[in-house]
């Protein structure tokens, strides 16, 4: 279902990702870091489905739909750093920081931080050349 997508970010050069693609590999590493404390929580599939929702203006059945598609993608998917890469790639520098809101927002749906989330958080905005303070700065707006 997802071949073409799993193996262009599998490649050792990978081409551009398409918006869709892009779309999907954003939800994906979303659902990538609601599972990472082993409690994929519903108020977190929630967020998730608000997040997708308003980013890219679909309605909430589609956000839905799209998360779900993640849910798959995740489980097939390759590790975190391939994930990233395609969506630095894909995305300029000044939305990433758009990208690390929706992580936090996710990550703090829970009312509740936890180090495997804030792990993973930290590799992200690594690979996305986030700066650890730039990534404080979007956990704020979202906590706000």
């Not at 519903?42 to 997040?51: P, Y």
């Not at 489980?75 to 939305?95: G, M, N, S």
């Not at 929706?102 to 700066?131: C, M, P, Q, T």
Request: with cysteine.
């Amino acid at each position: 279902m997802f071949g073409k997508l799993l193996s262009n970010l599998f490649a050792a050069e990978p081409a551009p990702l398409p918006p869709a693609d892009c779309r999907l590999a954003l939800a994906a590493l979303l659902v990538r870091l609601a599972s990472a404390d082993g409690d994929y929580a519903m108020v977190e599939i929630e967020h998730i489905d608000r997040v997708l929702a308003a980013r890219y203006s679909l309605s909430p059945f589609a956000a839905t739909a799209l998360r779900r598609e993640a849910e798959e993608l995740e489980a097939e998917a390759p590790d975190t750093v391939r994930f990233t890469r395609a969506l630095k790639d894909a995305v300029p520098h000044e939305d990433r920081m758009a990208i690390m809101e929706a992580l936090w927002r996710v990550a703090l749906a829970d009312a509740g931080r936890d180090a495997r989330e804030d792990a993973l958080i930290r590799l992200v905005a690594n690979l996305l050349g986030i700066s650890d303070v730039d990534s404080a700065i979007a956990r704020q707006r979202v906590a706000k």
